[in-house]
């Protein structure tokens, strides 16, 4: 059974620009997530958020992959969860637990942030076509998982699991 689960879409914004980014910009390998779909939805923090990130933080090396904050910070990050939360001020744990999540740099396409030839899984809700078409070429189109509803959450633990070992 496949995990991946594409609905493309056109989107507009940037794209690949069959160009290497300059490596100040790139987080290299590990597991990247998108903030909006994956973790925020309709506003809302999604039910399985926090036990994700806290999985996630445990047991491997995660990064913001996210058009909430492209300049390596936190800052955007922190902001949509508040926001999120309708909280002027995180609770402390909930504020450690986002910043234990590395912020990446990248500026274009999501895609050059990641190093291509490492072993990384990134979660998106709705990645550019571009993208999903670079991935499909280079055959790393199983590596994007599409994360938009909580039971996509779940079984991005377990293929993300299953990616590991391999």
Request: aromatic fraction near 8%.
């Amino acid at each position: 059974m496949s995990l991946v689960k594409i609905r493309l879409r056109v989107t507009g914004g940037g794209g690949l620009t069959g160009r290497k980014q300059s490596p100040v910009y790139a987080a290299g390998h590990g597991h990247f997530f998108d903030i909006d779909g994956p973790l925020i939805r309709d506003g809302q923090v999604t039910p399985r958020c926090f036990a994700f990130l806290r999985w996630a933080v445990e047991s491997h090396r995660p990064h913001w992959l996210t058009t909430r904050d492209a300049h390596g910070t936190h800052d955007g990050i922190l902001r949509a969860f508040r926001h999120a939360l309708g909280a002027p001020l995180l609770p402390q744990e909930i504020a450690h637990l986002l910043c234990a999540v590395k912020p990446t740099r990248w500026r274009g396409s999501k895609l050059d942030a990641i190093d291509l030839a490492s072993n990384w899984v990134w979660l998106d809700d709705d990645p550019l076509l571009a993208e999903v078409e670079t991935l499909r070429c280079r055959g790393l189109l199983d590596r994007l998982l599409i994360v938009d509803s909580d039971d996509d959450l779940w079984r991005a633990v377990e293929a993300i699991d299953g990616h590991d070992q391999r």
